[in-house]
Nanobody
């Protein structure tokens, strides 16, 4: 079965950087879209970024454009999220997700598989 395991969360000061990883297993993901979402307390799950595994085409949420970069390593079956210029509004649990479709979705409902999440806290 599909398993997604996120690592790399933690505490960082405003203006700092963090890198998240999502190790994917249990399937061939070449026709999948991989996404990152985040959820802060009391808020809905928010689209952060997505990448088409096959082509590497990316898409970003408006709040992270220019600061975050999503990438993948085919050999390691791993997706990354590099987060720069972090601010306290980026504080949330970050989730990796997999969508068995070649088209990107910005809705959490479009993703079938989810990791357990990793906490990112940005202090002011």
């Amino acid at each position: 079965h599909v398993q997604l395991v996120e690592t790399g969360g933690g505490l960082v000061q405003a203006g700092g950087s963090l890198s998240l990883s999502c190790a994917a297993s249990g399937r061939t993901f070449s026709s999948y879209v991989m996404g990152w979402f985040r959820q802060a307390p009391g808020k809905e799950r928010e689209f952060v970024a997505a990448i088409k595994w096959n082509s590497g085409t990316t898409m970003y949420g408006d709040s992270v454009k220019g600061r975050f970069t999503i990438s993948r390593d085919n050999a390691k079956n791993t997706v990354y999220l590099q987060m720069n210029s972090l601010n306290p509004e980026d504080t949330a649990v970050y989730y990796c997700a997999a969508r068995p479709s070649p088209s990107v979705s910005v809705s959490a409902r479009g993703y079938n598989y989810w990791g357990q999440g990793t906490q990112v806290t940005v202090s002011s």
